[in-house]
């Protein structure tokens, strides 16, 4: 049976907190005493497989680390490696580095020693999807610390504007294929790494109509009703249709036009543009079908992933949490995953709504894979995140939510967005930036990382007291 807090001992810990709400000094986060080289709870013990997975106690859910112990993934994003050599900081850090130039081995080692270092100080556990830093990631079985591993059998991450060849027929065996060639490039090699917490795939790719319309993309109804007779993509939405409507006249009524019988709805090709619905009865029918597109993505791309490396998680898409079809969506993707990974920028009022409509629904923990509070600065003068007045506020939404949400039984992390700041003058970061827990020049806001240190510090109390 999993140890237990006795309840003097929780008390202990959240009178601690208590004080760091009333501005006390936060504690120095507990990186070593209690923990696994993992980041795990080594007072609480499950059977150890050499890698992470999830486990429900009987009270609550847990990851766990390869050693078997419980594990609440408290990480963060954006260690992007070109953000620390932008024209604003690069000499800064090549002197930090002792490096002649960005990227040559002292910069490298340096970057290395000196984010280990940063995460050690915090007490943080993860490297988010977003990590672009291959000296802490790479090569197979070198990391030094546990990070989530890419996946992405097709490119639909939403901050690249998918275009509509992206949405590519995912019912033809020539996406099974793909699936295949991309598991075995990118996670077969990592199949025995014990470090990787799991695979992510695209970052809120556009799945809805109301999603195309605000991200300038499209969707897979949309694309593969219009495709030829030949392409299965083109056959699965017809069987849809007839199934919707029986008779081929309600289809023409809702769509205004004149085919006598389904099977030249099949024949027909670019028969409707590919645009917003004109109608309410239209909207409904691509909510519909975009159903069984995602099944099938999900379906063969978890397959393929699952025969490249079975022993890793398989945390699918980082799902919008703000999305109209979040509900649907999430009871899809859940058959296939192992967690529910969504990026919802929300109050913990927000994001606590959120989980209570779903949990019923998915049966499986959620993980915030991506989300931020932040505070317009005038080099940053609108980063990603609800805006607070001041960094005091952005510590208490912070503390607030972690505090909260890990209290419950069906949340196992969060990968905050990001760890160093970004400028208006970097290219790419002209109308929206990320702001990170440091400045451009690695100087931590105080009050932010006191809130970080004293949740890394009660983590495991606050999880424990769950259920």
Not at 18 to 44: H, I, S
Not at 228 to 247: L, T
Not at 374 to 388: F, K, L, R, S, Y
């Amino acid at each position: 049976m999993p140890l237990r807090l006795a309840r003097r001992d929780l008390l202990k810990a959240s009178l601690a907190g208590f004080g760091a709400c009333l501005g006390l000094p936060a504690r120095a986060a507990q990186t070593t005493a209690d923990r696994d080289r993992f980041g795990g709870w080594t007072e609480l013990e499950f059977n150890a497989t050499g890698f992470f997975r999830t486990e429900h106690d009987g009270q609550r859910w847990w990851l766990v680390t390869p050693e078997g112990h419980a594990f609440i993934s408290w990480g963060v994003n954006h260690y992007h490696a070109s953000w620390w050599a932008q024209d604003y900081n690069r000499d800064h850090w090549l002197r930090r580095f002792g490096a002649e130039e960005v990227h040559d081995r002292a910069w490298n080692r340096g970057f290395r020693e000196a984010a280990l270092a940063d995460l050690r100080r915090l007490g943080l556990n993860t490297l988010g999807i977003h990590t672009n830093a291959t000296m802490l990631t790479h090569p197979p079985g070198q990391a030094r610390f546990p990070f989530v591993a890419p996946y992405e059998p097709l490119v639909l991450s939403h901050y690249l504007k998918p275009q509509p060849d992206a949405y590519t027929d995912i019912f033809a065996p020539e996406f099974e294929a793909l699936c295949e060639r991309t598991a075995r490039r990118v996670a077969a090699p990592y199949r025995d790494d014990p470090m990787v917490l799991g695979y992510c795939m695209a970052d809120c790719p556009p799945l809805t109509d109301n999603e195309a319309e605000w991200n300038g993309s499209t969707t897979w109804p949309r694309r593969l009703r219009s495709f030829a007779a030949q392409a299965p993509g083109k056959q699965a939405y017809v069987d849809c249709m007839r199934e919707r409507y029986g008779d081929v006249s309600g289809f023409n009524a809702t769509y205004g036009t004149g085919f006598a019988a389904w099977a030249d709805l099949l024949a027909a090709t670019d028969w409707r543009p590919d645009q917003a619905p004109a109608n309410e009865a239209e909207r409904r029918d691509n909510a519909a079908f975009l159903l069984p597109c995602v099944e099938r993505y999900y379906s063969v791309a978890r397959a393929a992933l699952r025969r490249a490396d079975p022993n890793h998680l398989f945390l699918g898409d980082k799902i919008n949490g703000d999305t109209d079809g979040l509900h649907s969506i999430a009871a899809t993707t859940s058959r296939y995953t192992d967690l529910v990974n969504t990026q919802h920028y929300a109050r913990w009022e927000g994001q606590r709504d959120t989980m209570d409509r779903l949990t019923d629904v998915v049966g499986q923990p959620f993980l915030n894979g991506d989300a931020a509070y932040t505070t317009p600065t005038g080099t940053m003068p609108n980063p990603h995140g609800q805006h607070a007045r001041d960094m005091a506020e952005r510590a208490i939404w912070t503390r607030e939510f972690m505090e909260n949400a890990t209290a419950r039984a069906d949340f196992v992390g969060w990968h905050m967005c990001g760890m160093i700041d970004t400028a208006n003058t970097m290219p790419g970061k002209e109308q929206a930036q990320h702001q990170g827990l440091m400045t451009t020049r690695g100087k931590f806001y105080p009050e932010m990382e006191a809130a970080v240190r004293d949740i890394s510090d009660r983590l495991y109390v606050i999880a424990a007291s769950s259920g």
